[in-house]
Every structure is written in structure tokens, then in C-alpha cells.
């Protein structure tokens, strides 16, 4: 299965995050990751009459080589009345999560043309 994200079961997100914010303790053993997506492609699904089942965006998954790594820590904005961005965060508890993260986002990131940028 090639690296994707999902915030509907069995429906690709299409649209590459935004920003993809990371932080780490200091003993490098929990951390989280803060993903911003700008008008994500499920909110689609709300205007398409096609889509035969209701459905709720309950979390974010990344999925990969048949693992995956799930998040119910979901905020959806609306501007204007119409739901706009989607922000997700994970949270690591443990370097065995952080590695299963990394490893994710290094498939995505060749899948995608996604790319790091240090921070101050």
C-alpha cells in the first residue's frame, strides 16, 4: 500500500498538508506532530451526492505498508459558514511511536515531494 492519509475509512486525502509542525522532549522520547491542511479534499465529500453513505470525520490516519497510526485529536475551521482547514495532532508517548512516525513520513514524503525545513 503506498504511503496516504485518511480522515474518512477508505477515502484518500489527496491534499498534501500545509505545514507539518514537530516537537520532541528533551529526553527524545515523547513529541508530537501538528499537521494544517488548507481546504483538504474530504470536504468535497459534504457537496458530492454521490458519496452513498453519511460519514464523520472522526480522526486522521496515516496509513503505509499496512501499518497504520491513528489520531482522534481533530479540529476542523470554518471560514465563512464552509469548513476550510484541518488540524490534527498526533502525540507520541514513546521513541518506538516517534520511529513508526518518522518511518511514515519518509514514505510519504517520496510519494508526495513533501519536504523538511528546520525551524527556529
Known amino acids: 500500500m503506498k504511503p496516504q492519509i485518511q480522515f474518512v475509512s477508505g477515502v484518500e486525502e489527496i491534499i498534501v498538508p500545509r505545514r507539518i509542525r514537530l516537537?520532541?522532549?528533551?529526553?527524545?522520547?515523547?513529541?508530537?506532530?501538528t499537521f494544517i491542511?488548507?481546504?483538504?479534499?474530504?470536504?468535497?465529500?459534504?457537496?458530492?451526492?454521490?458519496?452513498?453513505?453519511?460519514?464523520?470525520?472522526?480522526?486522521?490516519?496515516?496509513?503505509?505498508?499496512?501499518?497504520?497510526?491513528?489520531?482522534?485529536?481533530?479540529a476542523v475551521f470554518f471560514k465563512r459558514g464552509q469548513p476550510t482547514i484541518i488540524r490534527s495532532i498526533l502525540?507520541?508517548?514513546?521513541?518506538?511511536?516517534?520511529?513508526?512516525?518518522?518511518?511514515?513520513?519518509?514514505?510519504?514524503a517520496k510519494e508526495t515531494g513533501l519536504s523538511f525545513t528546520e525551524g527556529n
Open 37 to 74: 491542511f488548507i481546504n483538504p479534499s474530504v470536504f468535497s465529500l459534504f457537496s458530492n451526492s454521490s458519496f452513498s453513505e453519511p460519514f464523520l470525520i472522526e480522526g486522521m490516519e496515516l496509513l503505509w505498508d499496512n501499518k497504520k497510526i491513528k489520531t482522534n485529536d481533530i
Open 23 to 33: 516537537t520532541k522532549s528533551e529526553n527524545g522520547e515523547t513529541g508530537t506532530a
Open 91 to 108: 502525540i507520541f508517548k514513546n521513541s518506538k511511536e516517534w520511529f513508526n512516525f518518522l518511518n511514515f513520513m519518509n514514505s510519504y
